[in-house]
T-cell receptor, first 110, second 113 residues
Framework: RKEVEQDPGPFNVPEGATVAFNCTYS??????FFWYRQDCRKEPKLLMS???SGNEDGRFTAQLNRASQYISLLIRDSKLSDSATYLC???????????FGAGTRLFVKA | NAGVTQTPKFQVLKTGQSMTLQCAQD?????MYWYRQDPGMGLRLIYY???????DKGEVPNGYNVSRLNKREFSLRLESAAPSQTSVYFC????????????FGDGTRLSIL
């Protein structure tokens, strides 16, 4: 079993739609969680951190469920510019050996 | 506002050749990392340097060596390149404390024939 698993997609949604991605992790001692965005042939860029209490940044909402060991990302009112691969990232105890999921592809269409 | 700078951007090598990928950051970050990204595999950590003077193995260190030259620079060396090392290589850095998000360079696309 992979340490971090994501549905690879692709998710094809129309503009204005709401879309949600989930990510599961296997190490219950994981300490930090993030969502990154990666455009085609570009570097990953931090989208947002994920906290147990949940957090929101504009149209993006991230949630962490430690009991079930998953994190989620909700995108509301999807824009064409949201088309990208979304990477789930987990940092276990120790603090440095960051683990990336393989990513979920999102295509937003007009 | 450079952030993390990687050189070269592209490289083609023959099997058995050696080369060094360079990485420098100007954000005064203590920790630096090298990853490779292959289709369907996601990013995998090769080596990291928690602070100047230290380096540690990541998930896939075989066939690579690293040098933390100073606080700014962290290089990755392939001593004898193999076709299996064809990949996109990313360098990243993070602030001093653990569990911090990382900032990435724009990658080096390496092909080994």
């Amino acid at each position: 079993r992979k340490e971090v698993e994501q549905d690879p997609g692709p998710f094809n949604v129309p503009e204005g739609a709401t879309v949600a991605f989930n990510c599961t992790y296997s190490n219950s001692a994981s300490q930090s969680f993030f969502w990154y965005r990666q455009d085609c042939r570009k570097e990953p860029k931090l989208l947002m951190s994920v906290y147990s209490s949940g957090n929101e940044d504009g149209r993006f909402t991230a949630q962490l469920n430690r009991a079930s060991q998953y994190i989620s990302l909700l995108i509301r009112d999807s824009k064409l510019s949201d088309s990208a691969t979304y990477l789930c990232v987990v940092i276990p105890t120790g603090g440095f050996k960051t683990i990336f999921g393989a990513g979920t592809r999102l295509f937003v269409k007009a | 506002n450079a952030g993390v700078t990687q050189t070269p951007k592209f490289q083609v090598l023959k099997t058995g050749q050696s080369m060094t990928l360079q990485c420098a950051q100007d954000m005064n970050h203590n920790s630096m990392y090298w990853y490779r990204q292959d289709p369907g595999m996601g990013l995998r950590l090769i080596y990291y340097s928690a602070s100047e003077g230290t380096t540690d193995k990541g998930e896939v260190p075989n066939g690579y060596n690293v040098s933390r030259l100073n606080k700014r620079e962290f290089s990755l060396r392939l001593e004898s390149a193999a076709p299996s090392q064809t990949s996109v290589y990313f360098c990243a850095s993070s602030e001093s404390s653990q569990y911090q998000p990382q900032h990435f360079g724009d990658g080096t696309r390496l092909s080994i024939l």
